[in-house]
Every structure is written in structure tokens, then in C-alpha cells.
């Protein structure tokens, strides 16, 4: 068995039996690595090795932590919080709009996060939690919630080239076709994605209006600073602050390329603004990095679990072996293709991290078979996303859990990675490959 092929396995199984994501990663790893030839001084070698490669996400999403912590000293999460639970409260009837509005809101901020507001998923545990309580008020089904964030967090970087989506689809995607071989002139990178970014879309459609239509109980817990607690009543001060503050993260982000200085500056603004009280500022830093360390700690480990997939020479294998089954069958080549970048990306966990492991091979192999440029972007492109959702090692799944399990009532794996994952890979590699066969 393919080195990469048992390691991916070993790591979903052991998530699905409800291990811990950072053990089942490490375990992962060590079972590919011995599987793919390495002995195991030359496995934890590789695996520690990649851990550095981590290390830079890892901070980012510390700062945007501290960032986004700073954010709710505004008191924009919790007055949103104690909005829509005096519309519960007041409205019996109706609560199907009353659903759907919440689902709105959750649905544009996860997207805004992505390009205009560029905090990623630091938003999550700060907004969710506090709307938990009016969640359970409307029966509302978690795994409906965990789908519209993770619609939200993928589906802008996969199809608009701003803020993240920049990154991904000009940076990275465009980027790496281009060293492979590849021809981009005249791509419209947009129209590239169109076809998967639909598809994505009716995943989302199936998840609110069939799969999780239906009421979900809950207990009713309190969570601390909630709607069910304290509410921090936003000034305009504030909230101006906060506007000037996100303007300038945005800003920086794109003219440095770097999550870091742009979440290290807005969270200086606060600081200096007098927002977050200067002797204040070190606990909301350290309770910001507290929020988001877990989620750090498995992306350092999907970072070494990775680098022993590479040292392993197996990726290549698989893709290889692909390439052999394939022939001149572009039907079947598309979809090996794109399910090979499946199993990666459900690997590492990482579509970002995807595209440089696959282009070197995916790209002359579409040429060879007559893809159109078009095409062979959005080959590249869909066999990266794919995974993103429904991956233990996600922050596109992690995300969401951090926030809708503040009371311990959200499995990661059950209520997100598999709802994600039949409701997103699916319709992903059924109209990405639609994509590669028409354009």
C-alpha cells in the first residue's frame, strides 16, 4: 500500500475513534514514514523538521487571536448576542426567519473573514460562543452552523482573488501552473472556478434546506460573557476604532503579505487607542494565543506530518501510479487526479500547502492530454480545495468546532469533519471535474 494512502488512513481512523487530531496526525505520520521506506530516526527527523514549517501559521493565528479578542472589547459579538435573543424572546412565531437571518449573519462574516476583514478564523470563538445560547433557543442543528462557516471560509479564497483568495488562486495556484509549464495568458481565474464554487454552493443548499432542516435539542448551558451573561455594551469610540484599526490590518496584510504585522498592528492600535486599557493589554494578548493554541498545535503537526509524506518520496508515487492508470482517458484522468489531491489535502490539511506538492506533476500531464490552460487551472485548483473541508487538520473544520464546542456539546469529527465532508468534497469533485471536461 502507497505510503501516503496508509498514513491518511491511519490518521482518519484514529479521528473518527475520537483521538486526539495532534496524536492521530503524529501517529499518521510515523505509519507512512516506516511504510514508505524511512527508518524511525529518519521519520521523526522529517516530522520534526516540518514543524518549523509551521511555526509561521502557527503565530499568525496567535496574533489574530490577540487581534480578534481585541475586536470584541468593541462589544460588537456580545450586542449581537443580546439582539437576537430578545428577538427570541419576543417572537414565538416566525423562527424559521429568525433561523435563516442568524445563518445570514454567521454566512457573511465567515466571508468577510476571508477578504475584507482579514482575521481568518479568529472570528469564530469570540462570535460563536455567545450565540450558542439562542442556537439551542431555536433548535437550531450545530452541523447546519458548522457547514455555513465552513462555506464561508473556503469558498471565498477558492473564487474571489482578494485578501486570501489573492494568495491562493494569484499567488500560489497561478504561480505554481506557471513554473510547471503551464500557460496562463488570458486566464480568467474566476471563470476557472466558477463551476466548483457552484458546487459549493449547492453542498451549502443541501445542508440548510435537507440534511439539517430538522430541529436539533440541546441543553441550554451558560456560557461566560455570553448572551446568557455579561454583555459588553459597544460606544462609538469603539467601534471606530475598530473600523480604523481593521482598514489598517487589511491594508498591511496586503502590502507586506504578512498575517503577522497586520494583526500585530490592529491589535497596537487598540492598545494605543485606549480600547484595550494598556494594563490590560498583556492579559487580552495571552487570552487571545490561549483561544487559538490549539488549533496552532495541529497545524505544526499537519506541518511535520506533511514533511514525512514529501521525505518519503510516496506523493510522488501516487501520482505516478495515477498517471498509469489513466492513459489517454481524460475523463479518467481528471477524476484521479482530483481525487489524489483529496487524500492529500485531507492530509495535511491544508489546500495552500497542496498546490505546490501537486502542480509539478499535474500540470505536464494536462498538457500532455490536451487540457486547455483554463482547464488545467481549474484541475489544480479543485484538486487542492478538495479536502479542505471535512479534514481533521483543518482550520476550516477546527474553526468551527473552537466556537459552536464552547459547551461541550460539538464533536469535532461527527458534527463537523463528516457533515463537511459529504456535503463539500462531493459536489466539489462532481463539478470540478465538470469543470476540467468543459472548459
Known amino acids: 500500500m502507497n505510503a501516503v494512502v496508509a498514513a491518511v488512513a491511519v490518521m482518519l481512523i484514529l479521528s473518527l475513534c475520537r483521538v486526539h487530531v495532534v496524536v492521530a496526525l503524529i501517529l499518521g505520520a510515523v505509519t507512512g514514514g516506516l511504510l514508505g521506506g524511512l527508518d524511525l530516526e529518519a521519520t521523526l527527523s522529517a516530522f520534526q523538521a516540518g514543524l518549523g514549517k509551521g511555526a509561521n501559521v502557527a503565530l499568525s493565528y496567535a496574533l489574530l487571536g490577540a487581534f480578534a479578542v481585541a475586536i470584541a472589547r468593541s462589544g460588537l459579538a456580545h ?34 473573514s476571508q477578504n475584507l476583514v482579514p482575521i481568518h478564523i479568529a472570528f469564530i470563538p469570540l462570535l460563536v460562543p455567545p450565540l450558542l445560547y439562542v442556537m439551542g433557543r431555536l433548535r437550531l442543528d450545530r452541523r447546519l452552523v458548522a457547514c455555513v462557516l465552513t462555506f464561508g471560509l473556503i469558498t471565498p479564497y477558492m473564487f474571489f482573488p482578494v485578501g486570501f483568495g489573492g494568495i491562493f488562486l494569484n499567488d500560489i495556484l497561478l504561480a505554481n501552473v506557471v513554473e510547471s509549464g503551464g500557460e ?25 434546506f435537507i440534511s439539517y432542516r430538522r430541529p436539533r435539542d440541546y441543553a441550554e448551558v451558560a456560557i461566560e460573557g455570553g448572551a446568557t451573561g455579561h454583555s459588553v455594551q459597544p460606544n462609538r469610540f469603539a467601534l471606530l476604532v475598530a473600523l480604523v484599526a481593521v482598514a489598517s490590518a487589511f491594508v498591511v496584510q496586503l502590502w507586506l503579505d504578512s498575517m503577522i504585522m497586520g494583526a500585530l498592528l490592529g491589535f497596537v492600535l487598540f492598545s494605543v487607542s485606549g480600547v484595550v486599557r494598556w494594563r490590560e493589554a ?31 518520496g510516496s506523493i510522488q508515487t501516487l501520482v505516478d501510479s495515477s498517471a498509469e492508470l489513466i492513459g489517454g482517458n481524460r475523463a479518467m484522468a481528471a477524476l484521479l487526479m482530483l481525487l489524489v489531491g483529496l487524500l492529500i489535502t485531507m492530509g495535511i490539511g491544508s489546500s495552500f500547502s497542496t498546490i505546490p506538492i501537486i ?41 468551527p468546532t473552537a466556537g459552536l464546542n464552547a459547551d461541550g456539546q460539538h464533536n469535532h469529527i461527527w458534527d463537523t469533519v463528516v457533515p463537511t465532508f459529504l456535503h463539500y468534497n462531493l459536489p466539489l469533485l462532481a463539478f470540478g471535474w465538470l469543470a476540467v471536461m468543459v472548459l
Open 79 to 112: 450586542a449581537l448576542a443580546e439582539r437576537a435573543r430578545g428577538l427570541v424572546e419576543r417572537q414565538r412565531d416566525g423562527q424559521g426567519v429568525l433561523k435563516l437571518s442568524l445563518l445570514g449573519v454567521l454566512l457573511v462574516v465567515a466571508m468577510s
Open 184 to 208: 496562463i495568458d488570458g486566464v480568467n481565474v474566476m471563470q476557472a472556478m466558477a463551476l466548483p464554487a457552484l458546487g459549493m454552493l449547492i453542498g451549502l443548499l443541501v445542508a440548510m
Open 282 to 312: 498583556d492579559g487580552v494578548f495571552t487570552e487571545g494565543m490561549k483561544m487559538m493554541a490549539m488549533i496552532g498545535f495541529i497545524m505544526i503537526a499537519a506541518a511535520g506530518f506533511a514533511e514525512v509524506m514529501r521525505a518519503t
Open 359 to 399: 502542480a509539478a506533476i499535474y500540470v505536464p500531464l494536462a498538457l500532455q492530454l490536451g487540457f486547455s490552460p483554463l482547464a488545467i487551472v481549474a484541475l489544480v485548483g479543485t484538486a487542492a480545495a478538495l479536502g479542505d473541508a471535512g479534514s481533521p487538520a483543518s482550520d476550516s473544520t477546527l474553526g
